[in-house]
Every structure is written in structure tokens, then in C-alpha cells.
């Protein structure tokens, strides 16, 4: 019994040996042992329980309540696409900038233009000023003159659409009962349907004398007296009849008078010139050579200590063109395969005007007839409204392809914003055109 209790003992070891060796739990999970029940207490050889094995997991239990990682930078990531799609949405916009045709031609012709020109001729318009100049200057000797009156008048023809020529000397009666005498010989032009001819002329006094200053006048020619002509042809003063003087006064050569007086027109006529320019009314120009001064009146007043005063009276007229006739002419001339494009000229001033002619009243004429020669720069408007129109909403690609349609554009270039943007926005309105026009 002995030999098979120490044998049963050392296969029961064995046998719980290789149970425990076919049973080792991970390090994780310690294998914790059940003691025998009370039923197998004071039995010998004990009975050997049934082993139970639990598995005890040293990792921290996972949150049920956090969603995994992945989750969280898929939602982040989502986002981000929405807010990039959002703000190139909310700030795209574009920035077209253009070149427009330009051409430089020569140009080299006499032209005329009438106050009421036939269909395709030139007309234009006059733009009328007063003004005065005063200077003082340093008299020379004292001396007794006698020195008459002076004035300027227009003498109109209601008479009939024949000219009428009057002689140096022609004596006008002004309602003040004094004559006076045409400066030189004019030719008054006829009738124009009801309009009146006129002509412009210098008259003075018949006599010196301060009695023959007077504010504006009216006259009859005297000559006609008695003729059915004389209430037919009447003249009106531009202002007033001055310089009447007999007496003593500080007298300088008439060269040294022209020279005054000379000086006092050109300043008078950059003053007026530069106001006139304020009044030339858009879609007209105004060459700077295109004006005309008159002298209305010179006097040349004695002052204490032999100084004199000197008064210059004077009529301005700036005469206008119209741009769009004046380009008609030049393209004309200078580009043979003009297509009606919409253009503009953008260096009329730098063109040289000279003034050749002018037909009836010299401060208000009938015709002209002018020299106009340069290298105008030729400029081709560009439709931005339509371009616009055109690109949006448009593929970047797509809109050097749509330029091609735009003959009068030299070269353009875009930029979208923000800069991965490959399109035009959809809304006019982001979309911004500058066009370099010349200045």
C-alpha cells in the first residue's frame, strides 16, 4: 500500500505540473487558484478540485463615454473643408487689368468749319468773355495833346443778303448826336434768312475832346441819310467810347505804347483763355491758339507825380470743336481700316492749331478756316460692362478666349483671389476692371 501511496503522491504532482505548465496565464492576467470546498476537508488523499482560472486585464478599461481619436480629427477634418469652401465662397473676387489699342498717326490738313455746316462737315462754337487789364506805368515828357475818343462797334446789314461795303473813314452819328469814323473799310455781309449780317470796326471821334466819352451808343450811317437804307443799316458800340482828352499830359513814344499794350492783350487773353476753359461744355476741345482778342479800348490816364495809368478793354473768343467730328476727320486720313470702333483721341492739346481765316464778325464769326497737324494719339474704348458680363462665373481658362473678341484690347491680366480660386466669382460685383487709359 505504501509503494502505491508515494506512487500516486508523485503522479499527482506530476500530473498538476503539467497542468500548471499547459495553463500559465499571461503577465497581463495572473491566474488566481480556488481553495477546496468544506466537502473534501479531513479526506485522505484529498480530492483534487477542478482548477478555475481567471484572467485579470492590467490595461485601462476603455471609456465608453469618449469616441476614439479617429473620430474626432474626421469631424476637425470635415470642418476645415467647409470653412475653406466657405471663405472662398464669402471673399472670392477677381481683379481684371487692361491695356487698351492705342495708335499713334500722322496728320497734316487745312480744314473749315461753318457756324451751320452742311451734313459731314466741321462745325463750331464760339465762347465769348470781357475783361480788362490796368498797369501802371513811368510817363515821359509833359506835353498839351489833343487826343479823340475810341471805341469798337458792330455795324449790321437788315437791309438784304447783298453785301454792303463801307470806305475808311464812314461816318457813324451816335444817339448822343456826335460822329464818329470808321477806323478802316469793311464789308458787311447780307442777310441770313432774318438774321442780320455784321461786321466788327474800330471807330473815334470826329473830334478830340473828352465830349465825345460816352457809355454804349447806337448809330446810323450818315451817308444814308435819306436812302431807304439809312434805317436798314444801324451799328451798336461794344462797350464804352473812351479816351477823349484835351490838355496837358504825360506823353511816351507810340512804340513804347505798342509795347504796353501788347503786353497788356497777352495777359488779358491767358486770363480769359483760362477761364473760357471752364466753359467748354464736355465732348468739345479748345486749342490753345484757337482764341481771338480783340482791343476794345486802350487809354492811357496821367496820374500825379507823371505816371500813367493804363486801361485795356477787351472781347475773348475761344472758338470749340467738336471731338467726335475732329476724330472722324483724323481716322479718316490716318487709318484707312477703321471699323466704327468706339474711340477717343486723348492728346488733342498737344496738336498744333494755326488759325488761317475767319468769315464775318471777328468776335463771333460765320467759318473758320485752321491748320491742324500733330501725331494724335488714337485710343480704343473698352466695353467693361460687356467683359464682365462675359467672364462670370467663367473658368480662368476660358477668358483669354473670350478677350480674342475684343479687337480693341492690347493685353490683359487677371487676378483671382484667394489664390487657389481657378474661376470667376458669380456675382458681378466681386468682379473689378481697371482699364490704363492713356492720360
Known sequence: MAKNFFQDMIKMKSDLRKEREGNVAPTSAPAVETPPSSADEGTWPPTVASKVTRRISLAPAQDQGRRPWYSIWLV????????????????SEAFITINPKVKDVTFNQNLSANETPA???????????????????????????????????LIYNNYSSAIQRLD????????????????????????????????????YAAEAGEAYNSPP???????????????????????????????????????????????????LKAKLAKKAADLVPAGFVMFKDAVILNVDSVNFETLEGGQLQVNLKGTFSGIIFNESELIKKIIKSGIPDYDNSDVYISNFQDLNFVLLDTKGN?????????????????????????????????????????????????????????????GFPGDKSDIKVTVNYPQ
Do not use: C, H
Not at 513814344?253 to 492783350?265: D, F, G, H, L, P
Open 76 to 91: 476637425a477634418g470635415i470642418s476645415l473643408v467647409f470653412l475653406f469652401f466657405a471663405i472662398s465662397f464669402l471673399f
Open 217 to 267: 451808343l447806337d448809330f446810323q450811317i450818315f451817308g444814308f441819310k435819306g436812302m431807304p437804307k439809312y434805317n436798314k443799316f444801324y451799328a451798336r458800340s461794344k462797350g464804352e467810347i473812351t479816351g477823349g482828352f484835351i490838355g496837358k499830359q504825360s506823353v511816351i513814344t507810340e512804340a513804347k505804347k505798342s509795347i504796353i499794350q501788347n503786353e497788356m492783350k497777352e495777359t
Open 362 to 422: 471777328s468776335s463771333s464769326p460765320s467759318s473758320v478756316d485752321f491748320n491742324l497737324s500733330g501725331k494724335p494719339k488714337v485710343v480704343w474704348r473698352v466695353d467693361t460692362d460687356r467683359l464682365v458680363a462675359e467672364v462670370v462665373g467663367k473658368s480662368k481658362k476660358d477668358f483669354y478666349q473670350i478677350l480674342a473678341q475684343y479687337p480693341n484690347v492690347e493685353s490683359a491680366n487677371v487676378l483671382l483671389r484667394p489664390f487657389w480660386k481657378r
Open 168 to 203: 475808311i473813314n464812314t461816318r457813324l452819328e451816335g444817339s448822343n448826336g456826335k460822329l464818329y469814323k470808321t477806323e478802316k473799310a469793311v464789308v458787311v455781309p447780307g442777310l441770313n434768312g432774318t438774321t442780320p449780317g455784321s461786321v466788327e470796326v474800330g471807330i
Open 119 to 153: 451734313e459731314g462737315n466741321l462745325s463750331f462754337d464760339v465762347v465769348v468773355l470781357s475783361g480788362e487789364e490796368s498797369k501802371t506805368v513811368e510817363g515821359g515828357e509833359m506835353k498839351n495833346v489833343s487826343v479823340a475818343a475810341r471805341g469798337t462797334v
